[in-house]
């Protein structure tokens, strides 16, 4: 018995910051899964520099082929393979290590591990080999090597297995008694985003197996069924990082600057809501497809009348709102913004927190829904205003809050101090600076008309020319400069990243204690997670007037960004 | 009574089912009732808006829908420019507009405030059909009659630019429709 409880003390740590036991099974999964993540964000920038400098017209810079092969690897290094590994790493971390509990089947971890390592690297030969010229969403009857769905299902059931491993920690938690009452919302979160995970997985299993089978002439396959299940796994995945992110944020408040969760009934309420409806979201990729008549697009694109966006809403005041109250508690009392103000800036952990709510809620958000409209998609489908929607949504705010916690992952999981801790203060700021511009003159050359994907736009080598607007070649050179900003913001995140994690100086409780570089402050002086007595009643009376400015002017660009659309959408041709 | 707070990654104890500070709730009261004005809008639009992607859709195998633009060709066809039919149906006809790798046929001449039922089809695989620079956006699917009903508002030299990726000549893919007085 002893001796048993000894064996099982040597696999801990106890931490000594946040002084939770952390195991170190799962510790060292979480910095396998991350470090391959950063791999496969690398690849990812470097399509992505490829992609930016052809698509700006006046370089060019891609042959065709090249541009289209750049593209399918720069979509699924970035959408699949970077996020996910990194999803994996977040579930590993909020299962044992928030729970203080142990990692059931470690070597089950390393084989799942093994597995998406596999798949990522089968899919990216076949992609680089000229094999697998189909793009991210590889439309049937376009067909690719049967060896590049093989590889996407080979990652597919290692992730499956990362969640099952995490549903058994939940469990093994709970019966080990490693905490007391309800699992925390992070926690809580990383289910709700290991569920979605689960259900996009089965789509992925129920469209990529039997294409996989299709693609070796055993059988046929509809295109348009193809595009219904496939969406079923295309867009539920980005519903997975929703999740994800949204668990992040909360994590993110709470170590920055001691944010609370507002209410916990209302949080884990709109994270159910993810779980119930959105999945239904796949349907907006097919609002003007052939295969759907419109009572079915009505009732799917809206996730059930909307009921996904309301939760989306809910998260949009309770993060700001816990992030207030938090800054309120700490002391930061006076006036409506002295919380903001006074909010540690210069922490990556805490700017690249606040810039992917705003740019995921206010860009992405309000975009989103609009061109998810089932009418108004008649003006956006397979224009760039799509791509300028999703790269708000998925990099400038789910990629950016995953950079944002890398910068707390660093000292607290791999222990080390954050390298060129000057560049990392400020990449926050340029990615985000960069994406924005990038993503915004894409949604403005798509409403005049600029398809997505597209190698030439010219139509110099069609039969007849085409002659854009003259804004769209200003829009270009935005678009050309923002990407390049973008891109240089990720490498220098993979900069800082690479060289902590390799070469990076340990942190001792003497780093910590003469404040060193490269901790962010949240580290060297962790805010206190709980607050009781008096004065938290009477700061809660107060409410968080700040919040409530900051949603109603998000509320305000909402209403008049959608109903623009719609007046817009009246110009038309008639169509019925 | 006092309160207590916490962060996201402390678990919470005891009964944490309570009611939410009323700015909470009423932002959450607003939100629903936005919510519901965004789904209210798709079905009105069908009722008084005039853009829909409704159509009249049904499945068509390839060889069929070919046959069926090429009959449509040979009845209104009224000359050809750059090696493309160029056809001139009558008000209110069923026009046929085939899409296959990296050709949009026939050119269509059409005339304005005229209701014409396009059908969009594919001979191959995915296109997107992208009327430019009036910036009307429908997915082409092999195996599938996309009919919709179109009421061109205004004269010109139109592009149809296909805008879902169909191979490498993709980009080379660009068609013509014309309306008149």
Known sequence: MNTESQSLSANFRTCSITGIRVDKKAELLIKVNAVVAVVCFLVGVLAALGLVLTRWQAIHLLPAPYYYRFLTAHGLNMLIFFIIFFEMAVLYFAGPVVLNSRLPAPKVGWLAFLLMVAGAVLVNVMVFSGKADVLFTSYPPLKADPNYYLGIILFAVGALIVCGIFFASLVVAKREKSYEGSVPLVTFGALTAAIIAVISLLHGAAIYIPTWLWSMDVMGMDPQLYRLIWWGLGHSSQQINVAAMVSVWYLLAGLTVGGVVLNEKISRTAFVLYVLFISMASAHHLLVDPGMGPAWKVWNTSYAMYLAVLASMIHGFTVPAGIELGQRLRGFTNGTFEWLRKAPWTDPGFSGLVLSVIIFGFLGGITGVTIGTEQINIMAHNTLRIPGHFHVTVVGGTALAFMAVTYYVLPLIFQKRVAFWAMAKVQPYVFAAGITLMSMSMTFMGIFGVPRRQWDITGSQAPFPIEFHPAVNLLQAFFGIGGLIAALGGLMFIACAVVTVFFGKKVTAQSIANGESGLPQGVLNLPSQTHEGSMVSRVHKGGTPGTVILVFIFLACFVVYYFVNWKLLSFLWKIG | ?181
């Open chain 2, 1 to 181: 009574m006092s309160e207590e707070f916490h962060s996201a990654i402390v678990a919470p104890r005891g009964i944490w089912w309570r009611p939410a500070h009323k700015q909470e709730k009423r932002w959450i009261i607003i939100s629903f009732i936005w919510c519901m004005i965004l789904f209210a809008m798709m079905p009105l639009w069908h009722v008084r808006g005039g853009q829909n992607p409704t159509g009249i859709r049904a499945k068509v195998s390839p060889e069929d829908f070919v046959a069926r633009t090429n009959r449509f060709i040979e009845e209104f066809k009224v000359g050809e420019e750059s090696g493309l039919p160029v056809v001139q149906p009558p008000p209110g006809a069923d026009i046929y507009l085939l899409a296959r790798m990296w050709q949009w046929t026939p050119v269509l001449k059409l005339k304005k405030d005229t209701q014409y039922t396009l059908h969009l089809s594919s001979a191959d695989i995915n296109h997107g059909f992208s009327l430019f620079p009036i910036n009307v956006n429908i997915q082409v699917v092999p195996g599938y009659d996309y009919g919709l009903r179109v009421t061109p508002n205004s004269t010109g030299d139109f592009r149809i630019i296909c805008n879902e990726f169909c191979g490498i000549g993709h980009h080379i893919m660009v068609g013509k429709v014309l309306v008149e007085e």
